[in-house]
């Protein structure tokens, strides 16, 4: 615990940034250390505010505390970075590449399936039907059931614009 009541002397990384005298029964010492949970926590406060996320681990059991705090960091770090979409930004732009991998990986076992064939002498190309009935799954199962767009920056340092279900689908760069 990081707490004043542990021996240490210092308070948690969350008293530190309040500039609070750190309590025994403190319920964000457990989950922000004294040297780097101020930095985490700075976060949380923006975000959420103390009072509420103080509220928010108390009506959380003990033993899920720790990752409720670790879920509420990464949300306002993420709310921070993106404030309209926060971390759903990132899981769709996730959601995006899991679907494109997985019609990477059909095209490709598609591509072995018609080298496999024209070695064994038949023409693979002439019977697409085949290639339908050995990979049955369809571009359409691997979309998203939800419809939007969402910006996300991309390592070049320009923002990427993605949209997906009801509104035109695909990458625009602005």
């Avoid at 009935?133 to 320009?158: F, H, I, V």
Wanted: charged share 15%; hydrophobic share 40%; with cysteine.
């Amino acid at each position: 615990m990081a707490s004043s009541a542990g021996g240490a002397g210092s308070p948690c990384g969350a008293c530190k940034f309040l500039r609070r005298k750190c309590a025994a029964e403190c319920v964000f010492a457990p989950h922000f250390c004294a040297e780097d949970g101020a930095a985490q926590f700075a976060a949380i406060h923006k975000v959420f505010g103390a009072s509420n996320a103080a509220k928010l681990l108390q009506q959380v059991p003990p033993g899920d505390r720790s990752e409720a705090a670790a879920t509420v960091t990464y949300e306002a770090q993420a709310r921070l970075r993106d404030p309209i979409y926060g971390c759903v930004a990132h899981i769709f732009a996730l959601q995006q590449q899991v679907a494109t991998l997985q019609m990477q990986v059909l095209q490709a076992k598609a591509r072995v399936a018609q080298q496999t064939m024209a070695a064994a002498g038949g023409q693979a190309a002439g019977s697409p039907h085949l290639l339908q009935q050995r990979w049955p799954m369809e571009p359409e199962s691997l979309s998203t059931q939800s419809s939007g767009c969402y910006s996300a920056p991309s390592c070049d340092g320009s923002a990427s614009m993605y949209c997906f279900g009801e509104q035109e689908e695909g990458s625009y760069t602005r």
